[in-house]
């Protein structure tokens, strides 16, 4: 018997999608039939009181969550997420319902070995629900109680050599696209950049000591399968300099109609025979492609590697050899002046060893940030206050039509004194002997 | 319920803590077809919605299956993806950036009998517990955050809207039949967690009335220059109140100047803002991540203001379903949701869909609200 009457969320059982509430009842289920005789160190009723506040919020329209909640583990600054309920009584195994941020590996790949190993855990000491995965990566432990946290990651370090992930004002766990793993496209291993940066920068991630939050992402190319333009503050994107590898016999292929465009993706309509002309040559944003007597030729100098081209045909079609990434910065959400995608900083960097050309420019930003920064500011917004020309001369970037959509339209234009002969300091009196007053 | 310690003695909490290990290293958890050809991948293919092959210069292939997931999932859930990750996939499984889960194999006779396996589980309420698709040009998995299941800020709910929108668009997750992909992804406050701002449809939880101020803690709770700062539109500010013929330092709102973005709340638990029928969602359309064709965009507002109507959602619900069906009727191959609006213009689209055009749908947002304006006589009838 349920605990609590769900007739709202009961509604949410129904339709073909997944349904959370199926799930969590079954888990409420299995914690009472108890099958392994665990003695569970939170209330064993805990999802079934989750349904019960959640089926509140149905009925109120309104979250039933305490503000806050300030909770961790000795000698670290962040990883967990403090919460309470508002209605204790009503709810006593939800009175505590803290989320853990774990860890999780690039790529999300796993053994069953592994992901075994955490339930086990989490079936004893939290609520046995999970998010697979929080939006920036984590693997999320959704409810448990204040004095299992120190056990918890006791547990998780000793046992599944493991570490938490992060939270507050600090860098935040890094992710990547699966990259090279499982993707003709990858221009480097974005699995490889996104550990290596993570195991560098630890005491960053556990120990707040920055202005606000900062991600990282990594992207393996342009089609942003991370979204890391529009989700983390230091956004690295992979592309190549050379030219674009041209099968000719596959191209024929393709126009032939017997490889599909698009690897299939457009399978469920009937969008007529494959027409490359009308498909690839003329959707291509620079024009920078000619098909003339059956040969397909672009030319390098115009192609902005938007990767059209390739993921239409991507078995003619590949991504060139002398490879690399852009470094885009800034992107956040709204809060407080407005959303930003991440601007382009570094062209082309190295993305290869220990990746340290882009370990550089991490440097010179944080050392630039964590000084100037104002309290609670991202660093998207600490360079449209401080200008992308302040942080282009941080990281050394020299300043090119690159790093500009289009040039300034209006003429408010900063000039270094050093910039001007003769410099700042004038003499009214000088001027005077040439204009009378 | 005794207490069971995992080793942990707190009256040495120092005592054999590690720390700052960092995740595990992603190469122990490759399968060994992934392994032997990462970075060496010839080509791919969508075989049919939700399985892709990716084909090794060596000739090596491997098969993936991509089933949709809720996200918030139990252990029982978890263990069940195991054991099918066992029984087909030698243990090997991974999940996607829009929270999917794939299971991996080297052959592709595999593939059928794992097929068969995922379609028959079903969860005791009916849904299925692993729909195969999101591949291709249809609706995959929605990117989504906490709302009432775990947040204290949100104005909606997450788990529950995101089920009831997948139900109304589930063909799409298991089709291609779309001109492009359509990312939907929500959040339930204006943080907006998550990819909302950069989504071909985005849903967001938006309040419409100012904080209610608990005089009494203000001082007492919150750092009040923090609340002041936080304010986009400057309408907060510290100011003196008597209370019980006592004075106290507390904050004042400028109602007119608030646009219930519920960021005071944030910095200062005295400020609740969230309400029943003031709140709701607000949809947005037409971003995009990838740099394909057209350059990353932002979403933008098209409806401002859908009341929260648990547990289904219908309003909102329908005119998601409407928009992708209208965009699918109308738009070129490749065109993105944004993409089309572009090529046809917004008055068209909102002629298209028939969404109605309000004021709160014109920027009025700082000195950015200016270059959306139209500077141009050039507007269709
Ligand atoms: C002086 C009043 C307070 C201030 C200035 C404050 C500050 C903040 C800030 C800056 C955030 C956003 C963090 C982020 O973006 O990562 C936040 C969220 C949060 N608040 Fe409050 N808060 C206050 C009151 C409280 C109280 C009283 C609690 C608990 C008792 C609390 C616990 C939290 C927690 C745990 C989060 C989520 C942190 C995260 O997501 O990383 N806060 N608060
Ligand atoms: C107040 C309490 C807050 C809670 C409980 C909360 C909760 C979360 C959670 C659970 C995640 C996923 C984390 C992970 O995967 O590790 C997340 C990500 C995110 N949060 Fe928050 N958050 C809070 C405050 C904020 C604030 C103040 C902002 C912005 C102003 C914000 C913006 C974001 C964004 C943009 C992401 C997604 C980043 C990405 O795509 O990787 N959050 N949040
Ligand atoms: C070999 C080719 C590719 C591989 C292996 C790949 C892999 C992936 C995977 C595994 C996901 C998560 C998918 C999900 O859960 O639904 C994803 C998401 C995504 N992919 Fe790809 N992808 C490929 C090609 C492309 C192409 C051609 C585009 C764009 C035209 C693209 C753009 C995206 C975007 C925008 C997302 C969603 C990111 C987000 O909003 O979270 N990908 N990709
Ligand atoms: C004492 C100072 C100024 C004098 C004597 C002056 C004189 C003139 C004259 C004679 C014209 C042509 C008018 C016509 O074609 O009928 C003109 C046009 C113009 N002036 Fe000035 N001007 C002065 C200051 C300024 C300033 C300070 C600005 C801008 C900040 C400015 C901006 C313009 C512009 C934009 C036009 C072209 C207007 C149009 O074609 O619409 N002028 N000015
Ligand atoms: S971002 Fe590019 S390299 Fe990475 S998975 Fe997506 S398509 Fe592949
Ligand atoms: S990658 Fe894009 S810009 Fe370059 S040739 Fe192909 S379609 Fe044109
Ligand atoms: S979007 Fe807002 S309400 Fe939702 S989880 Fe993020 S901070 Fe909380
Ligand atoms: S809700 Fe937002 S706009 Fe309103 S007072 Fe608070 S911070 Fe300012």
New interface residues.
Partial sequence: MAKHATPMLDQLETGPWPSFVSDIKQEAAMRAANPKGLDYQIPVDCPDDLLGVLELSYNDGETHWKHGGIVGVFGYGGGVIGRYCDQPEMFPGVAHFHTVRLNQPAGKYYTTDFLRQLCDIWDLRGSGLTNMHGATGDIVLLGTTTPQLEEIFWEVTHNMDNDLGGSGSNLRTPAACLGESRCEYACYDTQAASYNLTMEYQDELHRPAFPYKFKFKFDGCPNGCVAAMARSDFSVVGTWKDSIKIDQEAVAAYVAGEFKPNAGAHSGKDWGAFDIEAEVINRCPSAAMKWEGGKLAIDRSECVRCMHCINTMPRALHIGDERGASILCGAKAPILDGAQMSSLVVPFVEAKGDFDEIKEVVENIWDWWMEEGKNRERLGETMRRLSLQKLLEVVGQEPSAHNVQEPRHNPYIFFKEEEVPGGWDRDINEYRKRHQR | ????????N?AK??E???????????T????PV?KAN??K?????????GVLV?VGESGDK?F?VRV????????????E???I??KHCD???????R?N?EF?TDSEDKVAALKADLAARK?????????VGG????VSNI?H?Q????????AT?A??PV??V??TV?SD?Q?????A?VRISLACC??????V??SDIGIVGIHRKPPMIDHEWTDQLCEIP?AV??C?TAAVRPSKVELEGKKINTIAIKNERCMY?G?C??MC?AL?I????G?GVVIMVG?K??????Q?K?SKVVVAYIP?E???WPTLTEKIKHIIDIYADHAM??ERLGDWIERIGWEKFFELTGLEFTQHLIDD??D?AYYTWRQTTQFKF
């Avoid at chain 2, 319920?1 to 942990?8: E, K, L, T, V």
């Avoid at chain 2, 969860?123 to 729909?131: A, E, I, L, N, T």
């Avoid at chain 2, 089709?175 to 001109?179: D, V």
Wanted: neutral net charge.
């Fill in positions: 319920m005794a207490f069971i310690s995992s080793g942990y707190p909490p120092m054999g803590r590690i720390t700052d290990i960092g995740p595990r290293e992603f122990e958890f490759l399968p992934i990462k970075g991948w010839a080509y791919h293919e969508i075989l049919e919605p990716h491997v993936t949709g997931a809720a996200r918030l999932m139990s252990v029982t859930h978890i263990r993806i195991c054991e990750a066992d243990g090997y499984l991974r999940f996607t950036t929270n889960v991996m969860f005791d309420g009916g849904s299925s517990k692993f729909p591949t291709g040009a249809g990117v955050t709302g009432w299941v775990h947040c204290h800020t949100p709910d788990s529950g089920k009831a997948m139900d589930f997750f089709n291609h039949r779309l001109p992909p204006l943080n907006m967690c998550g990819a701002h950069c923090l700062a936080s986009p973005c960021n709340y944030t638990p609740p969230s309400d029943g029928e709140d971003g991540v990838s740099n394909r064709i057209s990353p932002f929260n648990t547990p289904r191959k490749y947002f700082r950015h």
